[in-house]
């Protein structure tokens, strides 16, 4: 069973600019939570997907925004990037909360 | 704010000690309580969860102990093996918002 697959697994990408980061679940999986994990603040919620539409979300500025196709896989926004987006946003898929959640190897995002 | 508080924030155990880790939690409708465990360069990887209906659950060499009456639960790694050095997330959550601890670095020596 082929695991959470996040794309790209690096990027680097300078102020103002924006980016997509790309998530394709775990078959069967119809929620997507994305989180950013930085050394000093743990991973802080982002929010989450399930049959295309958000459910949760978390505190972050509008800046941050996603969305998810009918087949399941999510794609996050970030816009007009600055210095403090650098981290590693981590996208986890689940079939139900009480299943916990199976985590892809993160987008390593540094902003310069 | 940090919904889910962790400590400490790192450890560090001989190996065949017992490893503890503790989390408070503030919201009272969480009712899914699971540990992630991560080692560099990975993802999180689930590795125990517990329900507030149990006080307890156990597997393998992993336990977890919950107190509902006080919003706590803890994690006990028994016989630590260098293997377990990783980082370690509490998490709860409520209808599928689930939020994370801090964090704690543990190091298992040999």
Known sequence: KAGVTQTPR????????????????????RSVSWYQQTPGQGLQFLFEYFSETQRNKGNFPGR???RQFSNSRSEMNVSTLELGDSAL??????????????FGSGTR???? | QQQVKQSPQSLIVQKGGISIINCAYENTAFDYFPWYQ????????????IRP??????????????????????????????GDSATYFCAASNNNDMRFGAGTRLTVKP
């Open chain 1, 89 to 102: 946003y981590l996208c986890a898929s689940s079939s139900g909360q009480y299943y916990g959640y199976t």
């Open chain 1, 10 to 29: 690096y990027l680097i990408k300078t102020r103002g600019q924006q980016v997509t980061l790309s998530c394709s679940p775990i078959s069967g999986h």
């Open chain 1, 109 to 112: 995002l540094t902003v310069v």
């Open chain 1, 64 to 66: 941050f925004s996603g």
């Open chain 2, 53 to 82: 209906d149990v006080s307890e659950k156990k597997e393998g060499r992993f336990t977890i102990s919950f107190n509902k009456s006080a919003k706590q639960f803890s994690l006990h790694i028994m016989d630590s093996q260098p």
């Open chain 2, 38 to 49: 991560q080692f560099p360069g990975k993802g999180p990887a689930l590795l125990i969860a």
